[in-house]
């Protein structure tokens, strides 16, 4: 079980440097990522990354802007990065949402959308020939997008039958309390969805909307990714003549760190409906910075400690079945996030029985380093999973867009392998030892009303 945002795989490729092609190096055994790929950086501040691949005709096409629920700093106006990946789909005076799906429609395109908290991705899959007219159209809604205020407060509508909807999920709910429990300061303190409060404000807000898109809608918060069955040089040529006149002026907002956090904080959390009971752990983590060895060695750890060959799992859902799951992710994120242990517990009068094992197998973990062998296991994992994900364009373009968003260059997803491979046992229980402390904890407990 993962965590409710938009998770992606580990991903690499060889190390890049803007502007130009790289391509696997020969003899470089550790390379990872298996196709050539193709750098520029317009004048404006765009990046572009291209990726042919032998695909048959298919491309994948992803616009992932560097802004997500982080960035909203504003007391009164959260949601606003997931409200304008609805927005975005509204049109623009030369061309109107009706005619936009009336395009995508005829050329059998794919697309879609969606929003964490440190990125906001619009994709598409197309068949590569369509790409000129893609890119036209892809251009000028991120260049001109336009709509009324009725359209507008329809929108916002919309997103709030998104979050009723969204409370039906009881992850959702613990998900939605762990949040706001965990960060007092950050804007990590809110789901992407936002504060219930601001979405049912949003209609009163025409104005900041547009304000909101000319911040942050800029060529230099922007990354292009293309892959497919495409001519990087034709590709480059289409992207300096539709976004070439794309105008720069992205201002980063001061977003408030969060204060050390040294002391245990735990809430109750009841849902309005049947469920079992949830059991949230979540540790402060890190801001992601591919270079750290402890960073890479908390992934390790957590498929150790958790993951579905762990003695815990093999415990608590094989043996034992007092929980129907469990599972953990670190994700990569801007700034320090929340790394997060979830179990779905059969038995409430089971949930400090369950903690207690979770908290004995971090303790182990913290005092004596795991095998090479078992590292060396993990590690090798990773690798050979990110790779059998590379099959497709899409499934290439997603493994790469929120690494790229969080670090803002290419070049760190060959570091972050370069990294994980030279993670040690000891490595592991400083990662243990450094990130899964009492004092740097939330714990939320959900349980249902019936």
């Keep these: 079980m993962k965590r409710l945002d938009v998770l992606l795989v580990l991903v690499a490729v060889l190390a890049l440097t803007l502007g130009g092609l790289v391509a696997p190096a020969a003899g470089a055994d550790d390379a990872i990522f298996p196709y050539p790929v193709h750098l520029e950086t317009l004048d ?128 959702f709910v613990a998900y939605e309390a762990l949040r706001a429990e965990m960060f007092k300061e950050h804007t990590y303190g809110h789901t992407t969805i936002g504060y219930v409060e601001d979405i049912q404000g949003m209609p009163t807000l025409y104005e900041y909307s547009k304000d909101f898109f000319q911040r942050f809608y800029r060529p230099d918060n922007t990354l292009l990714l293309i892959a497919g069955d495409v001519d990087p040089a034709e590709v480059i040529e289409l992207a300096n003549r539709h976004y070439g006149d794309w105008q720069a002026g992205y201002q980063e907002p001061e977003v408030p760190q969060e204060s050390e956090q040294t002391a245990e904080r735990r809430i109750e959390v009841t849902y309005d409906g049947a469920t079992l009971p949830i059991l949230w752990v979540s540790y402060k983590g890190f801001a992601y910075e591919p270079t750290e060895r402890l960073q890479a060695a908390t992934g390790v750890l957590l498929e150790l400690a958790f993951g579905e060959t762990s003695d815990l799992y093999q415990r608590l ?48 973990y913290r005092k004596t380093p795991p095998t090479a062998d078992e590292v060396d296991a993990v590690k090798s994992h990773m690798r050979y999973s990110f790779l059998l994900g590379l099959d497709t364009p899409a499934r290439v373009a997603a493994s790469l867009a929120r690494l790229l968003a969080v670090t803002g260059q290419f070049a760190s997803v060959e570091t972050m392998f370069e990294t994980l491979q030279g993670v040690t046992p000891e490595d592991v229980r400083q990662a243990a030892e450094a990130y899964l402390v009492p004092e740097r904890r939330t714990i939320v407990v959900l349980k249902g009303a019936a």
């Design 44 to 171: 404006n501040g765009l990046q572009l990354i291209v990726v042919p691949m032998p695909t048959s005709g298919l491309a994948s096409y992803w616009s992932i802007v560097r802004t997500g629920s982080r960035d909203e700093i504003e007391d009164g106006r959260t949601g606003f990065a997931h409200f304008f990946e609805h927005m975005m789909f509204r049109g623009t005076e030369s061309m109107p949402a009706e005619q936009y799906n009336e395009r995508m429609t005829e050329m059998g395109a794919n697309a879609n959308a969606f929003t964490t908290d440190d990125l906001t991705a619009y994709h598409l899959s197309i068949a590569a020939e369509d790409l000129p007219q893609v890119m036209e159209l892809e251009a000028d809604r991120f260049q001109n997008l336009s709509y009324a205020e009725a359209a507008f407060q329809t929108e916002a509508g919309a997103v709030f039958g998104e979050y009723r909807k969204a409370l039906a999920n009881p992850l």
């Design 317 to 364: 859902v094989i043996d034992e079945q007092l929980v129907e799951s469990i599972g953990a992710d670190a994700q990569q994120n801007r700034d320090p996030g929340p790394i997060d242990i979830i179990t779905r517990v059969k038995d409430e009068e089971q949930l400090e029985t369950v903690l207690a094992a979770l908290d004995e197998t971090i303790a182990r």
